[in-house]
């Protein structure tokens, strides 16, 4: 099913999401939903946060044919590159909002596949950075949070007046 993405600045999208405790047929059918989701929406990442599901399970597919989804359940950053880059970043939550933010270029994740399997995924380029903002999602964290506050209040006023014209429409 396609699930409705939270959109910023919902108080929701600030919950920190717990672990996932076993990885069962009820996460295999979130797992379908967000996939469904991410594409829907053209997004290249999405984070169960995003969907109001507050469980550590994240859904990538950074390829140019949008054939090659990822599943990171319980995933953890475990080395970032001291080398870092600032990259235009969009967001689901945040619709029509693109701006700088600074990541490592690489970064090595541990994460458990839908069946289960511990693996770690050594990310570099796109991924790296779709990487660290969906791991970003799971701890409440929203990318604007990086931005100045002026370039936040700026952001947070269109997006309430955008609700407005969206509820009366
Ligand atoms: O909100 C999300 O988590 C999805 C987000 C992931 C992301 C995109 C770009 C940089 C970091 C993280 C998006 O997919 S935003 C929309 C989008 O499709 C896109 C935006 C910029 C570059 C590539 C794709
Ligand atoms: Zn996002």
Redesign the pocket.
């Known amino acids: 099913a396609i699930l409705p993405i939270l959109c910023y600045p919902d108080p929701r999208l600030h919950k920190v999401a717990k672990p996932v405790e076993a990885v069962d047929d009820r996460v295999r059918s979130i797992l379908d939903d967000m996939l469904a989701t991410?594409y829907d929406?053209?997004?290249?990442?999405?984070?169960a946060t995003?969907v109001d599901i507050h469980e550590r399970i994240v859904v990538i597919d950074v390829s140019e044919e949008r054939d090659q989804p990822m599943v990171l359940i319980n995933p953890e950053i475990i080395w970032y590159s001291d080398e870092k880059v600032v990259?235009?970043?969009?967001?689901?939550?945040?619709p029509g909002i693109?701006d700088g933010?600074e990541r490592s270029t690489q970064v090595h994740v541990r994460a458990t596949d839908r069946d289960g399997q511990s693996r770690v995924i050594e990310a570099d380029g796109?991924l790296a950075?779709?990487v660290q903002?969906?791991l970003d999602?799971l701890l409440g964290k929203v990318?604007v949070e990086y931005l100045s506050p002026l370039k936040r209040n700026r952001i947070k006023t269109k997006l309430l007046k955008q609700k407005k014209t969206e509820e009366r429409a």
């Not at 929406?41 to 984070?47: E, K, V």
């Not at 990259?87 to 945040?94: A, F, K, N, P, R």
């Open positions: 991410m929406a053209n997004g290249i990442g999405l984070a995003q990259g235009d970043e969009g967001c689901l939550s945040v693109y933010v796109l950075v779709c903002h969906e999602h990318f």
